[in-house]
């Protein structure tokens, strides 16, 4: 299957400052990126959709401006947590697809706020 | 509000069994299904996906489709150890690429 990387895997940062992930699609263009969040023992929560040269689209109750997402090329999405808190401690994971096809997810990013 | 659910269990099994798993959502404009299983700590993987009414066959997991109950299943034959995790059931949001996740079924399969 297609490749995902997502970095870093665990990351411990202070409150209020700001936190960068990067999701990479490996072999294949992504028309589109996800991004979720996971808190213990919980589902997956969808934050936006990201698709290439546009704004995301993020769900509902999810702050755009705390959780900026870039999309600037069709193998690179990114997450940036600004202002962290330690209430958005969690599991970020994203996922990219190319069009008609399953969607593949990145290993993950553990977010510790301290 | 559109919901995928699932037994929390956890699921116990035991090695060489077959393990049956369920999921029901909510949707009707949903069109693909799938199933994830993750481990502790670890991202998702696919297991399988059914677009169509019916069964889908993949080694020693079967996919089971029924969208007029609205009922989705993973049948697991000759369950390992190794197959203990949590199984994530996902579904498309209407016509969109957005999956909505289930809260997962554990399923611990002991030798």
């Known amino acids: 299957g297609a490749v995902v990387s997502q970095h870093p895997s665990r990351v411990i940062c202070k409150s209020g400052t700001s936190v960068k992930i990067e999701c990479r699609s490996l072999d294949f263009q992504a028309t589109t990126m996800f991004w979720y969040r996971q808190f213990p023992k919980q589902s997956l929560m969808l934050m936006a959709t990201?698709?290439?040269?546009?704004?995301?689209?993020?769900e509902q109750g999810v702050e755009k401006d705390k959780f900026l997402i870039n999309h600037a090329s069709l193998t690179l999405s990114t997450l940036t947590v600004t202002s962290a808190h330690p209430e958005d401690s969690s599991f970020y994971i994203c996922?990219?697809?190319?069009?008609?096809?399953?969607?593949?997810f990145g290993q993950g990013t553990r977010l510790t706020v301290v | 509000q559109k919901e995928v659910e699932q037994n929390s269990g956890p699921l116990s099994v035991p090695e060489g069994a077959i393990a049956s798993l369920n999921c029901t959502y909510s949707?009707?404009?949903?069109?693909?299904f799938f199933w994830y299983r993750q481990y502790s700590g670890k991202s998702p993987e696919l297991i399988m996906f059914i677009y169509s009414n019916g069964d889908k066959e993949d080694g020693r997991f079967t996919a089971q489709l029924n969208k007029a109950s609205q009922y989705v299943s993973l049948l697991i034959r000759d369950s390992q150890p190794s197959d203990s995790a949590t199984y994530l059931c996902?579904?498309?949001?209407?016509?969109?690429?957005?999956?909505?996740f289930g809260t997962g079924t554990r399923l611990q399969v002991f030798p």
């Open positions: 949707d009707r404009g949903s069109q693909s």
């Open positions: 996902a579904v498309n949001q209407g016509n969109t690429d957005k999956l909505i």
């Open positions: 996922s990219a697809k190319i069009m008609n096809t399953e969607a593949f």
């Open positions: 990201s698709n290439e040269g546009s704004k995301a689209t993020y």
